[in-house]
C-alpha cells in the first residue's frame, strides 16, 4: 500500500496560483510515476499532469500536461522532501474540481493514465471564483 495524501487546495480568484502537494508516509515517492487527475462537479475524472520516476535522482523526471493546463500548470518532485508538487498559476474557474494524486509504475499518455494508476488519495477541494 502507497498511502496519498494530498494538500494546498482552496479558494482562489481567476487569475490567482495555488501549488497542491501529494504526499506519502512510509513509502519513497521517487520509485513511482505521480500523476494529478481533477474531477469537476457533474465531469468525469481526467488526467492533469504526470512526472515520471526519477530514478534516485534528487530532483527531476520526464513530465506531461493536459493541454488545457500546458503552460499555466507544473508538475515537480523533490524527493528529499519526498513531495510531488502541482504548481497551478493563471487559474481559471474551469480549473475548479477536486484534485488527486496517484502513484503508478508508469505515466502513459494523459488521456489513458488514470487505468494505470495503482494507488490514489483522497483527493483537495481548488475552487477558482470571484
Known amino acids: 500500500q502507497l498511502p496519498l495524501v494530498e494538500s494546498g487546495g482552496g479558494l482562489v480568484q481567476p487569475g490567482g496560483s495555488l501549488r497542491l502537494s501529494c504526499a506519502a508516509s512510509?513509502?519513497?515517492?521517487?520509485?513511482?510515476?505521480i500523476g494529478w487527475f481533477r474531477q469537476a462537479p457533474g465531469k468525469e475524472r481526467e488526467g492533469v499532469s504526470c512526472i515520471v520516476s526519477s530514478g534516485g535522482s534528487s530532483i527531476g523526471g520526464s513530465t506531461t500536461y493536459a493541454d488545457s493546463v500546458a503552460g499555466r500548470f507544473t508538475i515537480s518532485r523533490d524527493n528529499a522532501k519526498n513531495m510531488v508538487y502541482l504548481q497551478m498559476n493563471s487559474l481559471k474557474p474551469e480549473d475548479t474540481a477536486v484534485y488527486y494524486c496517484?502513484?503508478?509504475?508508469?505515466?502513459?499518455?494523459?488521456?489513458?493514465?488514470?487505468?494505470?494508476?495503482?494507488?490514489w488519495g483522497k483527493g483537495t477541494l481548488v475552487t477558482v471564483s470571484s
Open positions: 496517484a502513484a503508478s509504475k508508469i505515466c502513459e499518455k494523459i488521456a489513458t493514465m488514470e487505468s494505470v494508476m495503482d494507488y
Open positions: 512510509g513509502a519513497p515517492l521517487d520509485n513511482y510515476a
